[in-house]
């Protein structure tokens, strides 16, 4: 996703709000990763998700400042549980569509997950966990697997 300067952040919040669409526009934790944590060579950056394969954002509706100041904490907490592996965080603004289309799986952060049918990549059995996790053929989804199938939860 496009990182963006101070003045195109301040300018797209004007008009989500003049439009009554705040509620579409979310901030999330993006991470710039050293090379030896790229899981290709191009994949510069992408988004922290928390566990895996689930991104935690922060609606800006109804107090822009206010889930901004809330970023950060999710920003630093992220950032604490990174210690010394070389990764730079920063707040990003994207909306729910964008994170929809792209096939994101997430959710809005302080919200506790709930289970739903997963399928099992390996063998096709539907099992009940959470999100980007099955119970038979593997443990769990590696990090960064890729996208899930679709939004499971969230609807700001
Ligand atoms: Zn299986």
């Given amino acids: 996703m496009t990182m963006l300067n101070k003045s ?5 919040i004007a008009e989500a709000t003049a439009r009554g669409e705040l509620g ?18 191009d994949a510069a950056t992408m988004p922290a998700t928390d566990p895996p394969g ?11 400042e206010a889930a901004y100041h809330y970023a950060h904490l999710l920003q630093a907490l992220i950032e604490s549980a990174n210690k010394n592996r070389g990764i730079v965080f920063s707040i990003e603004l994207t909306t729910l569509d964008i994170l929809h289309n792209l ?10 997950p709930h289970e739903v049918d997963v ?7 539907i099992n009940r966990g959470l999100p980007g996790t099955v119970h038979c ?20």
């Fill in 8 to 12: 195109a952040t301040k300018k797209i």
């Fill in 24 to 41: 579409n526009l979310v901030y999330y934790v993006d991470m710039q990763l050293p090379r030896d944590l790229r899981p290709t060579p």
């Fill in 54 to 64: 689930q991104l935690p954002v922060v609606s800006l509706a109804p107090d822009p």
């Fill in 103 to 112: 096939g994101y799986v997430w959710y809005t952060w302080g919200d506790m």
């Fill in 119 to 125: 399928m099992c990549p390996t063998c096709g059995a």
């Fill in 137 to 156: 053929c593997t443990e769990k989804l590696p990090a960064y697997a890729g996208t899930y199938s679709g939004q499971w939860w969230g609807g700001l």
